[in-house]
């Protein structure tokens, strides 16, 4: 991007805007969060293996599988063991993306993430009893 230095110069300063390996993950696309839940079901897995898991449920081209996890792997979702023919991809932990969503969404407020969550959706009162027990352990 371009701006003026001053009201009435000709001169132009760029600045250049780095995006950092941090701020380029993003939350993860629908398609990308049924291979997730496809990786988190079945486990470390190839191209092959989650296209046939994927394809249970409505068609998914092999070409798009592999596509999208080679994203994911640019976001830092998953990971690829290349030790054989075929590299096997394995889902990040479900805590490391939610530690992630913590920090970006809630600038790092454990606090801030559960009133939310406690507001935006109506929690029955055994969840509400689990949540209750799981604070009381935290605190001692």
Known sequence: MEFPIGRKSTKKVRILFVVTRKQE????????????????????????????????????GYTTVLKLLQIMLEKGLVNRQESSRAHIYEAVNKG???????????EGSIRQLMLHAISSKKATPEELAEIRKMLEEAGS
């Open 96 to 106: 490391s993306l939610l530690d992630d969503m913590v920090e970006r969404v809630f």
């Open 25 to 60: 993950k993003l939350r993860p696309t629908e398609a990308e969060m049924a291979i997730l839940e496809a990786l988190w079901r079945k486990g470390p897995s190839t191209v092959r293996e989650l296209q046939n898991e994927l394809s249970q449920s409505k068609p998914w």
